[in-house]
T-cell receptor
């Protein structure tokens, strides 16, 4: 089962514009991660934000986390055609067991037009 | 460092057969996780192995199994294949230090088609 919802399901913008994707989840988490996937290939890790962090930056990416609302957003600034991909949020739910067990959202398909 | 490698990249099998997929993690990564990706169900966690032991498990039937070797390489096996097992199977490796979880590095996937 999937942890949460991503919004929007698809987004089409012009090169140079900003793209914002939102993710909501249902349970308490250790961290939330964002991944990118190009055309059904492997996923590329973009950024990890821990539950005690509110905002994180990496290059043109900005991620926010609001644990009270159980939501996160990914902002890509000054988008490029190469940013065209599917973007997934994934949560590491708080649980007794150690280790990795990510629960992915359904993803947002981003298309950047040049 | 070399990335995560998965073999084979593409596979076509018939219903009822079994299949074994292989994954070599990034050097130094001791945690290997497997995910199934389908258009209908999205990305779903299958299981995670660490130090040759299954540490976490998703909600898949017993036909799906895996193992990890002493060099951290991992295999997953699907027995008695069904049409619904057609999917992209992704392997991911990760550092595993203490109780914290870390970002995962994914391989290119194995595209399995069951006919």
């Amino acid at each position: 089962s999937q942890q949460g919802e991503e919004d929007p399901q698809a987004l089409s913008i012009q090169e140079g514009e900003n793209a914002t994707m939102n993710c909501s989840y249902k349970t308490s988490i250790n961290n939330l991660q964002w991944y990118r996937q190009n055309s059904g290939r492997g996923l590329v890790h973009l950024i990890l934000i821990r539950s005690n962090e509110r905002e994180k930056h990496s290059g043109r990416l900005r991620v926010t986390l609001d644990t009270s609302k159980k939501s996160s957003s990914l902002l890509i600034t000054a988008s490029r055609a190469a940013d065209t991909a599917s973007y997934f949020c994934a949560t590491d739910e708080r649980r007794e067991e150690y280790g990795n067990k990510l629960v992915f959202g359904a993803g947002t398909i981003l298309r950047v037009k040049s | 460092k070399a990335g995560v490698t998965q073999t084979p990249r593409y596979l076509i099998k018939t219903r009822g057969q079994q299949v074994t997929l292989s994954c070599s993690p990034i050097s130094g990564h001791r945690s290997v996780s497997w995910y199934q990706q389908t258009p209908g169900q999205g990305l779903q966690f299958l299981f995670e192995y660490f130090s040759e032991t299954q540490r976490n498990k998703g909600n898949f039937p017993g036909r799906f199994s895996g193992r990890q070797f002493s060099n951290s390489r991992s295999e997953m096996n699907v027995s008695t294949l069904e049409l619904g097992d057609s999917a992209l199977y992704l392997c991911a490796s990760s550092l595993a230090v203490g109780t914290r979880s870390y970002e995962q590095y994914f391989g290119p996937g194995t595209r399995l088609t069951v006919t």
